[in-house]
C-alpha cells in the first residue's frame, strides 16, 4: 500500500512539473526567482499607477520589488532591470499622484546598515522645470554627492584602498565598503595611536591645572588679536602669494643660482684667508683712525671752527662764483660769448669799464668784504674829483673850472689902535 501511494505522489509530481514547464514554453517566459514576479499589493502596481524608466551607471546589488523613495517616503517599487549602452536601465512603478520634477537623477542606497537596498529619486534645487510625463526617462546625471564620498575616477587610486572600498558613482557606500574602510582606519589609520597621545597629554598636564588656566585668557587673547589683524595676516599672504609668483615666473634663474651655488662657495672657502686678513686690516685701519681722531680732536674742532666763516663767505656770494668760473680762463668775455664774438683771427666788440671806486665798492669789492678799506682819489687827497668825478667828457668840457664870481666890496679904514699904559717892573701903574 506505501508503495502504491508512493508511486501516485512522484507521479503526481512529475505530472505538475510537466505542466508548468509545457505552460511556461507554451507561454514565452522565463523564471528569475521569485523577486521576478510582482508581489500583490506592492507600492506602485495599484490603480493609477505609471512608469517611468530611469539610467544608473551601476545598479549595485538592487533587485526587482525594492522600494522607490523621495525625501524618504516610498512612492513605488522597481519593475524590470535591464543593461543599456553598458548602463543599467530600471522600470519604476510609480503610486498615483507621484511628480518627479525634470532633472531629477536616481541613487542607489541602503534602508539601515543592515536593512534592504533601495532606490531613491533624488529631486534638483530649481524644480519649477516641470514633472516627467508617465512612460518618460530620468537620464543618468554625474551625480553632484559623488565628489563628497568617492574619489575621482579621473585622479589616482588612494593607497591602501582595496576595490572593495571604492564608491561606485551614483552609489551610496555599502556596509560592506563602510566596514573595509572602517578597518582601514582602526588599523593602520593611527587610531591605535590615540591612547598614547591621551596618556602623554594627562602626563604633560598633571599638576599644572593652575597653568592651564591662565594659559586658556592667554589663548583667547592671542586668537582675538590674530582675529584684529587679519587683514595684515592676508595682506602677508597675499604678498608671499606674488613672491612665489614671481619666484616661479624665475625659475630659470633659480635654478642657475641652485646650480652655480656649490662653485660660488668654493670660491668662497677658497678665498677664505683673504677675506680674514682684509677684515684684520680693516679693524687695524679702525683703530688708528679712531686714535688719529681722539688725538687730533682739538685741532678738529679749530680747522671746523675756522672753516665756518670761509663757508659762510662762500654762501654769500651765492650764484656769482659759479658764473664767473665760466669768464675765469676767457676774461673778459664769458665762454659761451666766445663763439659769437671771436670771429677767426679778429675780434669786433666795443667794451665799456666801469673801473670808478663807487662801482668797485658796489661790486668786486663788496662781494669779498673789503670795500670799507679802499677810498676813491677824493678821500685819499681830500679833494674833490672835478669833472672826472662828475663823468663829464673829458673833449668838450673846460680845461679848468671857471673861478667864482664875487661882488666888488668897499674899503674897510683902519681902525686907531687904543692906547696901552706903562706898567713898571714892580707892576705899579704910572702917573
Given amino acids: 500500500m506505501r508503495t502504491g501511494s508512493s508511486r501516485k505522489s512522484a507521479l503526481r509530481s512529475i505530472f505538475g512539473a510537466v505542466v508548468v514547464s509545457s505552460a511556461l514554453v507554451a507561454s514565452g517566459c522565463s523564471f528569475d526567482g521569485l523577486n521576478s514576479l510582482p508581489v500583490p499589493g506592492a507600492e506602485g502596481t495599484g490603480a493609477g499607477s505609471y512608469e517611468l524608466k530611469a539610467l544608473i551607471p551601476n545598479a549595485a546589488n538592487l533587485v526587482q520589488n525594492a522600494p522607490v523613495l523621495i525625501n524618504d517616503a516610498t512612492v513605488g517599487s522597481v519593475g524590470k532591470i535591464e543593461v543599456k549602452n553598458w548602463q543599467a536601465e ?15 537623477y536616481v541613487m542607489v542606497g541602503l534602508t539601515s546598515v543592515l536593512g534592504s537596498l533601495n532606490l531613491q529619486i533624488v529631486q534638483p534645487e530649481d524644480a519649477d522645470k516641470g514633472t516627467i510625463a508617465p512612460g518618460g526617462q530620468i537620464p543618468a546625471a554625474d551625480c553632484p554627492e559623488q565628489s563628497n564620498i568617492a574619489q575621482p575616477t579621473n585622479a589616482e587610486p588612494i593607497p591602501d584602498i582595496n576595490s572593495a572600498q571604492q564608491v561606485s558613482a551614483c552609489t551610496y557606500p555599502t556596509t560592506e565598503q563602510v566596514l573595509s574602510s572602517l578597518s582601514v582606519v582602526l588599523n593602520g589609520g593611527g587610531l591605535a595611536q590615540v591612547g598614547d597621545i591621551v596618556h602623554e597629554l594627562n602626563t604633560a598636564m598633571a599638576g599644572r591645572q593652575d597653568v592651564l588656566h591662565d594659559l586658556v585668557p592667554r589663548l583667547n587673547t592671542l586668537v582675538g588679536e590674530l582675529n584684529v589683524q587679519r587683514e595684515n595676516i592676508i595682506r602677508a599672504m597675499e604678498g608671499l602669494d606674488r613672491l612665489t609668483g614671481q619666484i616661479n615666473e624665475q625659475t630659470p634663474v633659480v635654478e642657475r643660482a641652485l646650480a652655480d651655488g656649490p662653485r660660488i662657495l668654493k670660491l668662497l672657502v677658497d678665498q677664505r684667508v683673504n677675506f680674514t686678513d682684509a677684515l684684520g686690516a680693516l679693524s687695524r685701519m679702525s ?12 685741532d678738529i674742532q679749530v680747522v671746523v671752527s675756522n672753516l665756518v666763516p670761509v663757508l659762510d663767505q662762500l654762501q654769500s656770494t651765492g650764484p656769482s662764483l659759479t658764473q664767473s668760473l665760466g669768464i675765469l680762463l676767457t676774461f673778459p668775455f664769458a665762454e659761451s660769448a666766445i663763439p659769437q664774438v671771436v670771429r677767426g683771427d679778429y675780434l669786433n666788440a666795443v667794451i665799456n669799464l666801469d673801473l670808478t671806486f663807487g662801482r668797485l665798492q658796489r661790486g668786486a669789492l663788496a ?5 670799507s678799506q679802499f677810498y676813491g682819489p677824493e678821500g685819499m687827497f681830500g679833494k674833490p674829483a672835478g669833472a672826472a668825478g662828475r663823468g663829464d667828457d673829458p673833449f668838450t668840457g673846460p680845461l679848468a673850472e671857471a673861478p667864482p664870481e664875487t661882488s666888488p666890496t668897499l674899503p674897510i679904514a683902519p681902525q686907531p689902535e687904543a692906547p696901552v699904559a706903562d706898567q713898571s717892573p714892580t707892576g705899579e701903574e704910572g702917573p
Fill in 90 to 104: 530600471l522600470t519604476l512603478r510609480l503610486n498615483e499622484g507621484t511628480q518627479v520634477p525634470v532633472g531629477s
Fill in 287 to 298: 683703530r688708528t683712525t679712531d686714535d688719529i681722531l681722539k688725538a687730533n680732536s682739538e
Fill in 367 to 371: 662781494s669779498v668784504g673789503v670795500a
